[in-house]
């Protein structure tokens, strides 16, 4: 993708020369709205995958996402198990939970909607490689390396990279497929994390998934927030991919919903 820097910010100069008129509105909206060169943003039409606007440096090039991979590691577990999902105990630190107090008791929709690190690691640790490749092909994902353990189907660590962009347009390929198995469980708790999870600052009627990963920009932060909305529930027409460096996944989330809210009033999107 052409990048070009502006006083709106990247990339728009070269979106005036092609996009329509409501589509340059909605680049010029988060290009005033968001100057924060901390902040990147893909956003995306959720009917064809196409980019309507973005800010972000590369956004073919793989960086680690953290955990917006907990969708793709869980349905690859699924399977293999007749998508029958336990039930875990997170008892944070003893658990490798980012939650001091830990979740408790949690099944799959909760553990997706507060994106519980030990939830996941359990699935991972019992994921079939051959599962794994083969989600990754149908979400158009690349696969991490041979051997990769647990932690990094979790989306901990740097060693499974994924392209914004890929990780964006196979979020919106997860809400295509609703009706498979595992899917639905997954986006009730996208859903559910717009209410009351991680992802509640996105704000509502929304599949949203968040994650925190390690900043590789010349390793200035100590971690960056990444939140994708798909949004509305009832059919999604747009998939918005927020990072911000240096803060949480949750923060991030919540630049996502300030953005929703300055396209929905500011462009008509
Ligand atoms: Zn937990």
Redesign the pocket.
């Given at each position: 993708m052409t990048t070009r820097r502006t006083v709106l910010g990247w990339a728009i100069a070269p979106l005036l020369r092609s996009a329509s008129l409501p589509e340059q509105s909605a680049a010029i909206v988060l290009g005033r709205s968001f100057p924060d060169p901390a902040i990147s943003y893909l956003f995306l039409d959720a009917a064809s995958g196409r980019v309507i606007c973005s800010r972000w440096i590369d956004p073919g090039k793989r960086i680690p996402v953290g955990s917006l991979v907990k969708p793709f590691t869980a349905l690859a577990y699924g399977e293999t198990r007749n998508f029958q999902f336990p039930t875990v105990v997170?008892k944070?630190e003893e658990?490798r939970?980012?939650?001091p107090q830990?979740?408790?008791r949690?099944d799959l929709k909760t553990?997706i909607a507060?994106?519980?690190?030990?939830?996941f690691l359990e699935l991972a640790a019992n994921v079939d490689r051959e599962a794994l490749d083969a989600v990754a092909r149908r979400f158009s994902l690349n696969s991490p390396d041979l051997g990769s353990g647990p932690a990094t189907l979790i989306g901990l660590g740097t060693m499974w990279r994924i392209s914004p962009l890929s990780i964006a347009q196979a979020y919106i390929e997860l809400t295509a497929r609703s009706a498979e198995p595992g899917v639905g469980t997954l986006l009730a708790g996208m859903a559910l994390s717009a209410k009351l999870g991680t992802g509640r600052g996105a704000g509502p009627g929304a599949y949203v998934k968040t994650g925190t990963a390690p900043c590789l920009d010349e390793l200035r932060h100590a971690g960056d927030g990444f939140a994708i909305a798909l949004y509305p529930t009832s059919a999604p027409r747009f998939a918005l991919l927020v990072r911000a460096h240096g803060v949480p996944g949750a923060q991030a989330a919540v630049v996502c919903g300030r953005m929703r809210r300055a396209l929905a009033s500011g462009a008509g999107w």
């Amino acid at each position: 993708m052409t990048t070009r820097r502006t006083v709106l910010g990247w990339a728009i100069a070269p979106l005036l020369r092609s996009a329509s008129l409501p589509e340059q509105s909605a680049a010029i909206v988060l290009g005033r709205s968001f100057p924060d060169p901390a902040i990147s943003y893909l956003f995306l039409d959720a009917a064809s995958g196409r980019v309507i606007c973005s800010r972000w440096i590369d956004p073919g090039k793989r960086i680690p996402v953290g955990s917006l991979v907990k969708p793709f590691t869980a349905l690859a577990y699924g399977e293999t198990r007749n998508f029958q999902f336990p039930t875990v105990v997170c008892k944070s630190e003893e658990s490798r939970c980012w939650l001091p107090q830990g979740h408790g008791r949690i099944d799959l929709k909760t553990a997706i909607a507060h994106s519980c690190n030990a939830y996941f690691l359990e699935l991972a640790a019992n994921v079939d490689r051959e599962a794994l490749d083969a989600v990754a092909r149908r979400f158009s994902l690349n696969s991490p390396d041979l051997g990769s353990g647990p932690a990094t189907l979790i989306g901990l660590g740097t060693m499974w990279r994924i392209s914004p962009l890929s990780i964006a347009q196979a979020y919106i390929e997860l809400t295509a497929r609703s009706a498979e198995p595992g899917v639905g469980t997954l986006l009730a708790g996208m859903a559910l994390s717009a209410k009351l999870g991680t992802g509640r600052g996105a704000g509502p009627g929304a599949y949203v998934k968040t994650g925190t990963a390690p900043c590789l920009d010349e390793l200035r932060h100590a971690g960056d927030g990444f939140a994708i909305a798909l949004y509305p529930t009832s059919a999604p027409r747009f998939a918005l991919l927020v990072r911000a460096h240096g803060v949480p996944g949750a923060q991030a989330a919540v630049v996502c919903g300030r953005m929703r809210r300055a396209l929905a009033s500011g462009a008509g999107w």
